[in-house]
Every structure is written in structure tokens, then in C-alpha cells.
């Protein structure tokens, strides 16, 4: 289980691979979760790498703690571990989509790179 902290005096973040779902942690109790699914993508199919895509479904934070920036910071810890192992991303959760338009450091990693400006129009 991947793990660490999103700040002083702030949640524990980690990752149940078991279970398919980061999680953020006050203490011992759970105050958001992300879910996730992968799949291969076989050799010859898309970039043709075979690469595995982590789908990132439902982000979802106890609504006393929303507003305080766990659904980013567990957004961020996901992104990081998908970096971390190579994977692409596809984010079906609308919550993971906005953060990357807002973040396009981490664009790279969706399973389709938006088209960059020049090859929009081809």
C-alpha cells in the first residue's frame, strides 16, 4: 500500500490496491475516496504499447470536509502513483477531468494527450 501525507496536520493518503480506490485518511477514519479500475491496452491498440490505462471513476469526500482541498490532494497522490508506474490515465470521474485541464503538467498522462494547438487543425 502506497502511502503519505497531504500536508501538516492533514490526511494520510494511500493507495488500496486491493480494494481499487485511493483513500484519504483522518486518523482511522476514511474521509475520501477515489475509485479506479485498469485495463491493458494490448500492444498495437492505441500508441501501441501496451500500455496499462487506470480508469479514475468516483471521487467522492465526506461532505463535512469539502472545501478543504482532500479531493485535489488525492487527486494529485493518484496522478503521482500513475506517473510512478508508467500507466496512463482516463478520467471518467468528471472531478479527476477538471483538475487536469486546471493541472496540464499531468496531461501528458491521459490515455489520449489533448491535440496541441498546431494539430487542431489537420
Known sequence: MDETSAGPGA??????????????????E????????DEQVPPGQGDGLGLTVRDLRSTVVAPER????????????????????????????????????????????LESPPARPDEETR
Not at 30 to 37: F, M, P, Q, S, T
Open 11 to 28: 490526511v494520510r493518503l494511500v493507495h488500496d490496491d486491493d480494494r481499487d480506490r485511493y483513500e484519504a485518511l483522518d486518523g482511522e
Open 30 to 37: 476514511l474521509v475520501a475516496v477515489l475509485a479506479h479500475g
Open 66 to 109: 469539502s472545501g478543504q482541498g482532500i479531493g485535489s490532494a488525492i487527486v494529485r497522490f493518484a496522478l503521482d502513483d500513475i506517473r510512478g508506474q508508467g500507466m496512463r490515465v482516463r478520467p471518467t470521474c468528471w472531478f479527476v477531468k477538471g483538475w487536469i485541464e486546471r493541472h496540464p503538467e499531468y496531461a501528458d498522462l
